[in-house]
Nanobody, 124 residues
Framework: VQLQASGGGLVQAGASLRLTCAAS????????VGWFRQAPGKEREFVAA??????RPYTTNSMKGRFTISRDRNTVYLQMTGLKPEDTAAYYC????????????????????WGQGTQVTVSS
């Protein structure tokens, strides 16, 4: 599965962005999907994930209220609002087909497939 993350860009603090994750040539309907991010000089960290069913979206506590994950048959979205300079990072989507229907995967090793990342830069 080849994943493509898009929607990043350069924005000012307080702005919103919606990131998109799609699979090349196929749907994501059978995959649990997650978003991770990596800032310069830091380790990659979990942001949000959603189950195959779509009924269990989950955002890490530090970003709840600002970041929301959702999906349709073909695409997974990360809606980001109230962006802060510390949100500056490369954002990666990941997918795995082995998860249970309502299972949410929050750990990097749980994911078999990774996209190339999309850069989000938030200026103050």
């Amino acid at each position: 599965v080849q994943l493509q993350a898009s929607g990043g860009g350069l924005v000012q603090a307080g702005a919103s962005l919606r990131l998109t994750c799609a699979a090349s040539g196929r749907t994501l309907v059978d995959y649990a999907v997650g978003w991770f991010r990596q800032a310069p000089g830091k380790e990659r960290e979990f942001v949000a994930a959603i189950s195959r069913s779509g009924r269990r979206p989950y955002t890490t506590n530090s970003m709840k209220g600002r970041f929301t994950i959702s999906r349709d048959r073909n695409t997974v979205y990360l809606q980001m609002t109230g962006l802060k300079p510390e949100d500056t990072a490369a954002y990666y989507c990941a997918a795995d087909g082995g998860a249970g229907w309502d299972e949410v995967l929050t750990k990097e090793p749980s994911y078999a497939y990774w996209g190339q990342g999309t850069q989000v830069t938030v200026s103050s």
